[in-house]
């Protein structure tokens, strides 16, 4: 088999590999692009290559099809490379539980993180909704707390209930939804209510406990301990912060030399930050892998180079795509960097 380096020399003029933090080192260091879920969001808007090879879960390709030209093509080096907490939020069901949410002639305002699949993105394109990340989901809720009367915020709980107290929101205007029977038991939206949680978590950063925190206080006390907004409301609050995986990034690069930092989130990130900065005892919280996303191996990768010319893209059908891009681009637009 020709290597991967020999791959990418043969399509340079034409492709751009993008890849997640949470993708393996041999992975990203072959990556023309590297980030969390907004900043390749905002990549595949600028990017002119022919070729897109999304490394993530499939969601992600999804969502750089939807925002690619018809003219580029956006593949997944893994198709089963999926994501469980994409799949907690099935489209008909969303779309009965916002039937009933608006039974009272409420303004319900969908917004989805871009963990979701295609079609729970266009359900919110639809109905006048929005695409969040962890990176800008406070600005997100803000946002569609501004539009409506109240937010159904989906697919994750733990990421909605940890936005809506970062922005202020006491408890008692917070609610988790009761899906179960399709969706029954879920009542007209009631005035006092603004956000109302969708009962899906990411498989991984859920594992995350408050004992966990615990254990990294007790023995090292000194460290400061950091997670991502995904874990539980608890772990966050027992936290010294939280953020995506570009402020764990961030905040590890400038924590001072002799420091020790723990950080709670996907392992691939934690170790590659213990490599980048061995000047910083950095560990995990929790050692936690996304089975997922090693799905996308370099031999994956390589083979997916390989017949690039012949190989189906990632699709998505033309009604789907663009109430789905209308989600994407709300998110894009209220996202915005000052300069643009």
Same mark, same amino acid.
């Given at each position: ?24 080192? +041999? ?7 590297? *980030? ?10 600028? #990017? ?62 969908? #917004?989805?993180?871009?963990?979701? /699949?295609? +079609? ?47 922005? *202020? ?37 859920? &594992? ?10 007790? &023995?090292?006390?000194?460290?400061r301990i950091l997670v991502h907004p995904e874990c539980r409301p608890e772990v966050v609050a027992a936290a010294d912060? +939280? ?15 002799? /420091? ?28 936690? #892998? ?13 083979? &997916? ?36």
């Open positions: 088999m020709t290597s991967l380096a020999q791959q990418i020399a043969r399509h340079q003029h034409r492709l751009a590999i993008l890849a997640h933090h949470y993708q393996a080192d +041999a992975i990203v260091e072959h990556a023309h692009f590297v *980030g969390d879920s907004l900043e390749l969001a905002r990549q595949v808007t600028e #990017l002119a290559a022919e070729h897109i090879v999304f490394c993530g879960v499939h969601f992600m390709a999804e969502s750089a099809a939807i925002l690619a030209r018809p003219e580029q093509k956006v593949h997944a080096p893994v198709l089963q490379a999926g994501c469980v907490m994409a799949n907690m939020a099935p489209a008909p069901l969303v779309e009965a539980v916002l039937a009933r949410l608006t039974r009272s002639g409420a303004r319900v305002i969908p #917004l989805t993180y871009v963990n979701s /699949s295609a +079609a729970i993105k266009a359900v919110v394109g639809r109905a006048g909704g929005a695409v969040c990340t962890s990176a800008n989901a406070q600005r997100m809720l803000q946002w569609a707390l501004e539009q409506g009367d109240c937010v159904l915020f989906l697919p994750d709980a733990n990421l909605g209930a940890n936005t809506a107290r970062a922005i *202020g929101l006491p408890q008692t205007s917070i609610e988790r939804l009761d899906i179960c029977a399709g969706g029954l038991h879920v009542p007209a939206a009631q005035a006092d209510v603004r956000v109302y949680l969708w009962p899906g978590c990411c498989a991984v950063h859920h &594992k995350i406990r408050l004992e966990d925190i615990q254990a990294v206080r007790a &023995k090292f006390p000194q460290a912060g +939280a953020g995506s995986t570009s402020y764990l990034i961030r905040e590890a690069a400038q924590t001072p030399a002799g /420091s020790t930092l723990a950080i709670g989130t996907e392992d691939n990130l934690v170790a590659r930050l213990a490599r980048r900065h061995p000047e910083v005892r950095i560990l995990p919280v929790r050692r936690v #892998l996304c089975s997922n996303m090693a799905k996308t191996d370099v031999h994956a990768l390589t083979a &997916k180079l390989q017949e690039l010319d012949t190989a189906q893209p990632v699709r998505v059908d033309a009604a789907t795509a663009a109430a789905a891009r209308l989600a994407l681009e709300r998110m894009l637009t209220a996202c915005a960097p000052p300069n643009r």
